[in-house]
């Protein structure tokens, strides 16, 4: 019973739980369906992601590769490259030919890229202090002192002082001379010789310091653009009137239109400016007849303005003589030997009655380098033996470019001697009929005079008005002519009456050789061309074949090819000896030193110092094929590479070849 019992309750238990069971098995059901959709959604959305993950890669693997790509450069070093390299050599290759106008650009432009480059510094201030824009030497030449750490450029002291003393800044320039003086070892004549050049450019700093302390009344203007260029304007030569200027310029469309190889400037043509209403006309050239393809400057101008003196490269430094008719200048014509010599003659002047000839020369008799001498028309037509104007007015420097007013006393002359600020400065000296004999030279004073070269001043007949040339900051490049108005004008009381125009025609006419040519000379009036009748000395010993003269020219810095005074008198005990052994002929042998770091233009260094040799030698009348110039790199003396043998290595010798 009991079991019947409890099935009966079993099952009715079991009909009353049914709907909750069946209930919970569908929410169990739906829990486990819902779990299962989000499940399948989450896959869903995770495959959609990385689906679109896979996408995007794509896409951007797609949009890498239609994009050109290049790996990133490296730095290269701007010195390295080829072009660097090129611009280095060409403005080394400007340098050392003294080409500084080519040179400093090419190293402004290095500086840029290697501002502290010792050498581009140090060329950079050497190269300014050969423009007119001197005063910008001196910020290079100190940087470049002070990068030098080994002291290998012992001459910046000697480039500094010539900067600051074109500065005028003259307390500087006079402490760089006497540290680079201190360096010189004057126990050797050609370092003794440049000492002394120190104690010269010192005296002409205490002399500028007195002179631009006190300027003159006097005004200097520039001319203009009518006479004036970009290129050079010198040898400035005005008319008595002051009507018309001739003077001498470099330009493009000069006569053949050529470069002259040495300096890369054109070659110099003759021209003339007129003045009407105080305004200049445009520069026009003189007929063609006096203008060659080479270098034409006009030297003086007759009172009259019809007789000119002038010069030219076929000349080889002879004064030379034209004439005007009917507005044409004559073929220019040799003057008479009584001038003319086998040495080099320049810068001429004739006075207002046109008796006597001014003019300079280096002859030998001179008191050293160019000295004024006069010579005087005679009863008979010729021209007298040329006299020195002695000690008043020549000194052991330079004095060239005469000039007398139309007083036929006051003479005016350039000088790189007596009491300059530097350079050459203008003078003026009055002749004393008394005492029979010139005032002491006076110099005209700041702002006239400066430190850069002041030549080749011309006045009118009364002294009012003149005009001169020179290289400075106010010019439009390289020498310009500039007028100058005294503060107060000289003392022309009476003008000398010039001769009549026909008696002066054969006066001057008498100035070309005629037969009147001095003992030992060929004359020749289309050539200089003129050579000692020597007969060879018994008492003389010529010289073996390979013998090595005792005679040496020393240079003071690697780059220099000056020849001092002391070098001019080795060159001409050579040339006595040429004279007296008219069969030898002579190599010119040129050498460097090897210090500093310019090996690359040794051989260049050296064949400029053997070239200056030769053409002095040449000047002094040695014929050119009796002449060999021969170049060599650095040759040490006595094993010695230092600086005792590098003073001795810079140097020309003279080896004979025959004899």
């Known amino acids: 019973m009991k079991p019947a019992i409890t099935l009966i309750c079993t099952f009715y238990i079991t009909l009353l739980l049914l709907p909750q ?3 919970f098995g569908q929410e169990q059901i739906s829990k486990e369906t819902d779990k299962s959709t989000k499940e399948k959604k989450s896959n869903k959305e995770k495959k959609e992601q990385e689906f679109n993950e896979r996408e995007k890669a794509k896409l951007d693997k797609k949009l890498k590769s239609s994009t050109q790509t290049f790996p990133e450069k490296k730095k290269v070093d701007p010195t390295k490259t080829s072009e660097f390299a090129q611009l280095t050599a060409d403005a080394d290759k400007f340098f050392i030919h003294e080409h500084y106008k080519f040179a400093l650009p090419l190293y402004l432009k290095i500086l840029n890229t290697t501002p502290d480059d010792m050498v581009s510094n140090y060329r950079t201030g050497i190269s300014y202090l050969h423009t007119t824009d001197k005063s910008q030497a001196v910020s290079y030449l100190e940087k470049a002192q002070k990068l030098d750490l080994k002291k290998q450029h012992l001459d910046l002291e000697y480039f500094l002082g010539r900067a600051y003393h074109h500065k005028h800044e003259f307390d500087n320039a006079i402490s760089h001379y006497e540290l680079y003086k201190r360096t010189l ?3 050797h004549e050609h370092e003794r010789e440049l000492a002394n050049e120190m104690d010269r450019f010192i005296k002409e700093c205490k002399a500028g310091k007195i002179l631009v302390a006190k300027p003159t009344g006097s005004t200097v203007e520039h001319v203009g653009a009518k006479v004036n260029s970009p290129y050079s304007e010198k040898y400035p030569l005005i008319t008595s009137d002051g009507k018309v200027i001739y003077f001498s310029s470099g330009r493009p469309h000069t006569k053949g239109g050529q470069l002259d190889p040495t300096s890369k400037q054109y070659y110099d043509d003759i021209y003339f400016s007129v003045n009407t209403n105080g305004e200049w006309s445009p520069a026009k050239q003189i007929d063609t007849t006096v203008n060659t393809s080479g270098h034409d400057e006009p030297l003086a101008i007759s009172f009259d303005g019809y007789k000119m003196f002038v010069q030219n490269s076929d000349a080889e430094g002879d004064i030379l003589w034209t004439e005007k008719k009917d507005n044409i200048w004559s073929k220019p014509l040799e003057m008479t030997d009584k001038i003319n010599t086998p040495d080099f003659e320049e810068g001429a002047c004739l006075s207002p009655d046109g008796k006597t000839f001014y003019f300079s020369s280096d002859k030998e008799d001179g008191l050293g380098g160019l000295d004024l001498y006069y010579s005087k028309l005679q009863p008979d037509g010729s021209w007298s033996a040329a006299v020195n104007m002695g000690a008043q007015i020549n000194t052991p420097y330079d004095e060239e470019d ?5 007083d036929g006393k006051t003479f005016y002359f350039s000088s790189n001697g007596h009491n300059t600020i530097g350079g050459y400065d203008i003078f003026v000296t009055r002749f004393e009929q008394s005492k029979g004999g010139w005032t002491v030279p006076e110099n005209m004073g700041y702002p006239i005079n400066s430190a850069d070269d002041e030549v080749h001043i011309s006045w009118t007949a009364d002294g009012k008005k003149g005009y001169y040339s020179e290289d400075n900051e106010n010019g439009f490049g390289n ?12 003392k022309v009381s009476e003008l000398v009456k010039p001769v009549e125009p026909l008696a002066e025609q054969r006066q001057v006419a008498t100035l070309i050789s005629k037969g009147d040519t001095p003992s030992g000379f060929t004359a020749s009036t289309n050539s200089t061309e003129k050579s000692l009748a ?15 003269l ?3 020219v020393h240079f003071a810095l690697n780059e220099n090819y000056t020849l001092t005074e002391y070098s001019k008198n080795k060159i001409l005990n050579v040339i006595k000896l040429m004279e007296s052994c008219p069969s030898a002929k002579i190599e010119i042998e040129g050498f460097s030193d090897n210090f500093g770091d310019h090996a690359k233009n040794y051989l260049l260094i050296s064949k400029k110092r053997a070239e200056a040799v030769y053409e002095f030698m040449v000047r002094k009348g040695i014929a050119k094929e009796r002449l060999k110039v021969m170049p060599f790199e650095e040759t040490p003396r ?22």
């Open 185 to 187: 070892n004057v126990k």
């Open 550 to 552: 005792k005679d040496r």
């Open 402 to 406: 005469p000039f007398l007013l139309g």
């Open 534 to 548: 020597n007969v060879r000395p018994t008492d003389i010993s010529c010289p073996k074949v390979g013998e090595i």
């Open 479 to 490: 020498e310009d002519i500039y007028s100058v108005s005294l503060d107060v004008a000289p």
């Open 638 to 659: 006595e094993g010695s590479s230092n600086t005792e043998g590098n003073i001795k290595n810079r140097r020309v010798e003279f080896k004979v070849l025959e004899n």
């Open 21 to 23: 069971q069946s209930a």
